[in-house]
């Protein structure tokens, strides 16, 4: 059973997107299949050099960029909402592919879910 | 009730049986009300409920402190009657539950907190059990805020 998380809100406005990010980890720690994808503004979660210090937060960038470690199989960045957000491969972190998004792409996971 | 529903044909959950997971809060949404008429409507077509999770917000759910108006639904209590009645597992996510201050009295004695505030029967364990759902035939409906 492969399951994809859809986060689609920006990061740190509420715990829902970091809440997300537990549940791909909860799958990959059961060794269950599971990749993210970000679209709308949640592809914000992506860029390089977050430091969310000033706000008392954790940046979430180290999380993410700890995915792979703990299993999740893939991070996926929706192509139309980088472009909207002037988002280029370079600005985003390693290991997460552009793709497009569509009944193609959702099709091949047992689960689709949302964050919120 | 079930005399009124539609005959089906095909379903969405090939085994019969529902996980729900609510992650709207009570009074804030629409999450955990209309997860009740949802439930109530699967039980009356013979579908199952395996088991309710509540993630995020949706832990306030399980509050044993929520006091609405008496001529309001205690939506708190009418859920809690339903896992009763349909001896269906609840289960609210220690994580989530932790962060907003919905503690059992085991965790109440481990964090050394003031009271404890978990309502029967709903239980408080990890995102392990939704993940026991997830990786069984089980179909999971996700019950969030909304807007």
Avoid at chain 1, 82 to 99: E, F, P, R
Avoid at chain 2, 106 to 122: I, T
């Amino acid at each position: 059973m492969s399951t994809l998380i859809i986060i689609d809100q920006s990061p740190y406005g509420s715990w829902e997107g970091r809440e997300a990010l537990d549940m791909a980890f909860s799958l990959a720690a059961f060794d269950q299949p599971v990749s993210l994808l970000f679209c709308g503004a949640g592809v914000n979660w992506l860029r390089k050099g977050q430091d969310a210090g000033k706000i008392q937060q954790k940046s979430i960038e180290r999380n993410l960029a700890a995915a792979p470690v703990f299993g999740v199989e893939a991070l996926f960045a929706d192509r139309r909402a980088c472009d909207q957000y002037g988002l280029a491969g370079t600005d985003l972190l390693d290991h997460v592919s552009i793709t497009d998004v569509g009944p193609d792409f959702t099709g091949r996971f047992d689960h689709v879910a949302f964050a919120g | 009730m079930s005399k009124s529903l539609p005959e089906q044909t095909r379903t969405p959950a090939p085994a019969g049986v529902f996980t729900l997971v609510i992650t709207g809060a009570p009074y804030s949404s629409q999450a955990p009300s209309t997860a009740l008429h949802f439930a109530r409507a699967a039980l009356a077509a013979n579908k199952r409920i395996d088991r309710v999770f509540l993630y995020g917000d949706g832990v306030h759910l399980a509050s044993s402190l929520s006091a609405p108006p008496s001529d309001e639904l205690n939506l708190s209590e009418a859920w809690a009657a339903f896992l009763t009645e349909n001896s269906i597992p609840g289960v609210a996510c220690i994580a989530s539950a932790l962060r907003r201050g919905l503690v059992n009295e085991a965790e109440m004695h481990r964090y050394e907190l003031s009271a404890s505030n978990l309502r029967e029967p709903f239980e408080i364990a990890g995102l392990g059990e939704w993940v026991d759902s997830a990786a069984s035939e089980s179909r999971i409906l996700y019950f969030h805020k909304g807007g």
